[in-house]
């Protein structure tokens, strides 16, 4: 058994075992779990700070500052920190986009963050998704279980909150004035009982679904527009004549210029190379995704691939070998952290009873000792406890802070 411990200074050390005596390690005899947990520090210092606050997001503001502070005034480097958090796919882009917005490099374990999550890949799902719904609507009015009424056959394939995100995404579109400008309805025939004009957001929404209405536009305005629109037109009637999912987004993807503005940023390199670098292996993660998919389950429709993305709770593998950029925070849940030290640890979302869990788990069942005729005592090379074998080599590190 490990009695010393080689990363904790003596302070951290002891407020570690301050929790730990807290959690209890069923079947093992009691000066067992002594020896186990009274640990001996091999150097002095290290310090723990806790803070409380009213609302999450006056916590994440100061996360951000501890982190600031840590790098500008003690000379701590970016990739010397970390912030553990306990649920991913939950937590991760909220506390991501907070520190990046505060000016803080952040590098996040693409196995931490599902693939939905990755601000490339939204667009592309969203866009996929309006082409294929409007393609399976289309299908069940063609076979005669939809709608039989001519409003169905006249109604717009897109809804205009869909319009209206691809509209202003600026990874869809190489500037913002690629839409037309939305205008509010008139009202000044209102009182005389002439009908009102439909508003902005529906004719802009019109003119996504059926592009050649924005030909006698200004093409300063509605070229952009217009490209869009063309766009989720192909990808339907590729769709419509039995195309994959794989396929409608590679035409989503690589018929704009948005491959070739990633390409030209991820080589001019600084924060938006390593930016534009992410973006591309989360699209690629994207496609090797939606191939894997096609491969198993043999053309289910993108619809089905949609759900399986929605219902995915970790990255695709291709993410998860990526290595960990030099000059960055790293984020990641705290199971991540097995076995990985950093100068200052900050622990954001503590919460007492809640997490860390103090409970005392697997006293009923005690799994480990169901055999193949049911309860049996171990043999004695298999009596040595994993949570033993987990805290003997993956120790705190030198410094943490704990915010809740």
Same mark, same amino acid.
């Given at each position: 058994?490990?009695?010393?411990?080689?990363?904790?200074?003596?302070?951290?050390?002891?407020?570690?075992?301050?929790?730990?005596?807290?959690?209890?390690?069923?079947?093992?005899?009691?000066?067992?779990?002594?020896?186990?947990?009274?640990?001996?520090?091999?150097?002095?210092?290290?310090?723990?700070?806790?803070?409380?606050?009213?609302?999450?997001?006056?916590?994440? @503001?100061?996360?951000?500052?501890?982190? +600031?502070?840590?790098?500008?005034?003690?000379?701590?480097?970016?990739?010397?920190?970390?912030?553990?958090?306990?649920?991913?796919?939950?937590?991760?882009?909220?506390?991501?986009?907070?520190?990046?917005?505060?000016?803080?490099?952040?590098?996040?374990?693409?196995?931490?963050?599902?693939?939905?999550?990755?601000?490339?890949?939204?667009?592309?799902?969203?866009?996929?998704?309006?082409?294929?719904?409007?393609?399976?609507?289309?299908?069940?009015?063609?076979?005669?279980?939809?709608?039989?009424?001519?409003?169905?056959?006249?109604?717009?394939?897109?809804?205009?909150?869909?319009?209206?995100?691809?509209?202003?995404?600026?990874?869809?579109?190489?500037?913002?004035?690629?839409?037309?400008?939305?205008?509010?309805?008139?009202?000044?025939?209102?009182?005389?009982?002439?009908?009102?004009?439909?508003?902005?957001? @529906?004719?802009?929404?019109?003119?996504?679904?059926?592009?050649?209405?924005?030909?006698?536009?200004?093409?300063?305005?509605?070229?952009?527009?217009?490209?869009?629109?063309?766009?989720?037109?192909?990808?339907? #009637?590729?769709?419509? #004549?039995?195309?994959?999912?794989?396929?409608?987004?590679?035409?989503?993807?690589?018929?704009?210029?948005?491959?070739?503005?990633?390409?030209?940023?991820?080589?001019?390199?600084?924060?938006?190379?390593?930016?534009?670098?992410?973006?591309?292996?989360?699209?690629? #993660?994207?496609?090797?995704?939606?191939?894997?998919?096609?491969?198993?389950?043999?053309?289910?429709?993108?619809?089905?691939?949609?759900?399986?993305?929605?219902?995915?709770?970790?990255?695709?593998?291709?993410?998860?070998?990526?290595?960990?950029?030099?000059?960055?925070?790293?984020?990641?849940?705290?199971? +991540?952290?097995?076995?990985? @030290?950093?100068?200052?640890?900050?622990?954001?979302?503590?919460?007492?009873?809640?997490?860390?869990?103090?409970?005392?788990?697997?006293?009923?069942?005690?799994?480990?000792?169901?055999?193949?005729?049911?309860?049996?005592?171990?043999?004695?090379?298999?009596?040595?406890?994993?949570?033993?074998?987990?805290?003997?080599?993956?120790?705190?590190? #030198?410094?943490?802070?704990?915010?809740?």
């Amino acid at each position: 058994m490990l009695r010393t411990s080689r990363r904790s200074g003596a302070a951290l050390l002891e407020a570690t075992r301050r929790v730990t005596r807290r959690m209890p390690l069923p079947r093992l005899p009691a000066e067992k779990v002594r020896a186990h947990r009274e640990l001996t520090p091999d150097r002095e210092g290290g310090r723990v700070e806790a803070y409380t606050y009213p609302t999450s997001g006056t916590e994440l @503001e100061n996360i951000a500052d501890i982190l +600031r502070r840590a790098h500008l005034e003690d000379g701590v480097p970016w990739n010397e920190m970390a912030v553990l958090v306990r649920a991913g796919a939950r937590t991760l882009p909220t506390v991501r986009r907070a520190l990046t917005s505060a000016g803080v490099p952040v590098d996040v374990d693409g196995n931490d963050l599902p693939l939905r999550h990755e601000p490339a890949v939204a667009p592309l799902l969203t866009a996929l998704r309006a082409v294929a719904t409007a393609e399976a609507g289309e299908g069940t009015a063609e076979t005669g279980e939809g709608d039989d009424t001519g409003d169905a056959a006249d109604a717009c394939w897109l809804d205009t909150e869909t319009a209206l995100t691809l509209l202003t995404s600026p990874r869809r579109h190489g500037h913002r004035r690629s839409a037309p400008p939305r205008t509010g309805p008139a009202r000044g025939g209102a009182g005389r009982g002439q009908p009102l004009p439909p508003p902005s957001d @529906e004719l802009l929404t019109r003119a996504l679904a059926e592009p050649e209405r924005l030909a006698v536009h200004d093409p300063v305005y509605a070229r952009g527009a217009q490209r869009l629109g063309d766009l989720l037109r192909r990808a339907r #009637a590729g769709l419509s #004549a039995g195309g994959t999912a794989e396929e409608a987004l590679w035409g989503l993807w690589n018929d704009t210029d948005w491959p070739r503005r990633l390409e030209r940023s991820a080589r001019r390199g600084g924060a938006a190379g390593r930016n534009a670098d992410r973006d591309l292996d989360a699209v690629c #993660a994207l496609f090797a995704t939606a191939a894997r998919a096609e491969e198993r389950t043999g053309g289910r429709g993108a619809l089905n691939f949609l759900e399986e993305i929605e219902a995915q709770d970790i990255a695709a593998d291709t993410l998860t070998r990526r290595a960990a950029r030099p000059d960055a925070v790293r984020l990641m849940t705290a199971h +991540r952290a097995k076995g990985l @030290e950093w100068s200052l640890v900050v622990v954001a979302g503590v919460q007492e009873g809640l997490w860390p869990d103090l409970r005392r788990r697997g006293s009923l069942l005690e799994a480990d000792r169901i055999g193949r005729d049911g309860l049996a005592e171990p043999s004695p090379p298999a009596r040595c406890s994993p949570r033993n074998d987990a805290c003997s080599t993956s120790r705190p590190p #030198a410094r943490g802070n704990a915010s809740w």
